[in-house]
Structures are given as C-alpha cells and as structure tokens.
C-alpha cells in the first residue's frame, strides 16, 4: 500500500502572499489530519476532515483553512502569509471510524516565508 | 488540560538500552503512541498503548504505561545507531482524531 504523500516537498514564499498544499492519504482512510511542526511551538493540530467536512479544528487564525474531497485528498490553505507561518506542515492519514486512531504521517512540506 | 512534557536529549552507547520518558497530563487519553522523526523526514509511527494496558512489547520495544501517574515509557533494546531520531510520545482522547505531541526527544547513539 502507498504512503501518505504530501506535495509540493518544498516551498518559498513571500510574506502576504498565499499557499496551498496537498495531501493524499492512504488507500481507504478517509480521515485527513493536518499539523504544523516549528522549532519554538513543536507539532500543533491544526484540523481533521472526515468525509469532506472539517471534524476537529485546533487554536490557529482563521487564515489557516483546508478542504477534503471526495476521494478524501485534502488541501490546506495558508492566506496572507507571515514569516511566523514559515514550518514543517505534516498530514496524516486514518480510518476515521475511532476504532484504532492510529494515524499515518506523509513527509510533508517544508515551507519557508521570506 | 493536554500538555505533554518529554526530556529534551538522551545519549546512549551503541548496544545499550535506551529508555524515553513522557509525562501526559489527559486522564482521558484513550490511546498514547511513540513516533520517531529522523532529520527532514516526516513521523514514523513506532508503536501504540491502549490506557488499559501495562505494557506492551513489539521486537526491540517495550512501551510501559503508568495511569496513576500518567507515564508513558519507551525502551529500545540494543540501541543502534540507526535509531538516532526525535522520538515523540503522542495522545488522543479517543474520541477525537487529534494527537497532542510531547516535545521531543533527540536520542543520540554513539558508537
């Protein structure tokens, strides 16, 4: 079975400017985590789609948002960029039906706001 | 409240056994699990406790579990070098697909 994927790897991009990453979980989980991992805050929860509509969402502005699809690919989308935003974005994937949580990690995208 | 606290470096010689620390404070953490981090790279699930178990073992890894004192350990038998990385205690409260993260804990193995 295939791994998370996450695409782009890499990114640069300058301060207001907007990002959107993508995420392909496992082959039949349908539970989309996304987090945030920076050297000062370490990994945050940013939010959880499940069957296309967001199930958790963690303490982060509203300029952090995502999607899931029907084919359960989820997008984040980081708007009006600020050189805080600059991290390791990780998503994870899972069954979603809170029987064993166990969450899968892809590589994730490096992001650098300059 | 979630807060999760790890020892920031451990160093261990080749062949010894290491053994992380984590100190979770969510008495309702359903599940608590051990991923590994190696540098660029994205987490690695290790392995997983359900909160009514003690201990479990897979291979080279013990997890012990003390729910009196929220504490999770992880022990790697036969450290090799390899086994550098952060290691991360992680839990979820069952009920969500959430995990709150531990800090960290690099382990350096020499030789």
């Known amino acids: 079975k295939a791994g998370v994927t996450q695409t782009p790897r890499y990114l640069i991009k300058t301060r207001g400017q907007q990002v959107t990453l993508s995420c392909s979980p496992i082959s039949g989980h349908r539970s989309v985590s996304w987090y945030q991992q920076t050297p000062g805050q370490g990994l945050q929860f940013l939010f959880e789609y499940f069957s296309e509509t967001q199930r958790n969402k963690g303490n982060f502005p509203g300029r952090f948002s995502g999607r899931q699809f029907s084919n359960s690919r989820s997008e984040m989308n980081v708007s009006t960029l600020e050189l805080g935003d600059s991290a390791l974005y990780l998503c994870a994937s899972s069954l979603g039906d809170y029987t064993v949580e166990t969450q899968y990690f892809g590589p994730g995208t490096r992001l650098l706001v300059l | 409240g979630e807060d999760v606290e790890q020892s920031l470096f451990l160093s261990v010689r080749e062949g010894d056994s290491s053994v992380i620390n984590c100190t979770y404070t969510d008495s309702s953490s359903t599940y608590l699990y051990w991923y590994k981090q190696e540098p660029g790279a994205g987490l690695q699930l290790l392995t997983y406790i359900f909160s009514n178990m003690d201990m479990k073992q897979d291979q080279r890894l013990t997890v012990l579990l003390n729910k009196k004192d929220k504490h999770l350990s992880l022990r790697i038998a036969d450290t090799q070098t390899g086994d550098s990385a952060i290691y991360f205690c992680?839990?979820?409260?069952?009920?969500?697909?959430?995990?709150?993260f531990g800090t960290g804990t690099r382990l350096q193995v020499t030789l």
């Open positions: 992680a839990e979820n409260t069952g009920t969500a697909s959430k995990l709150t």
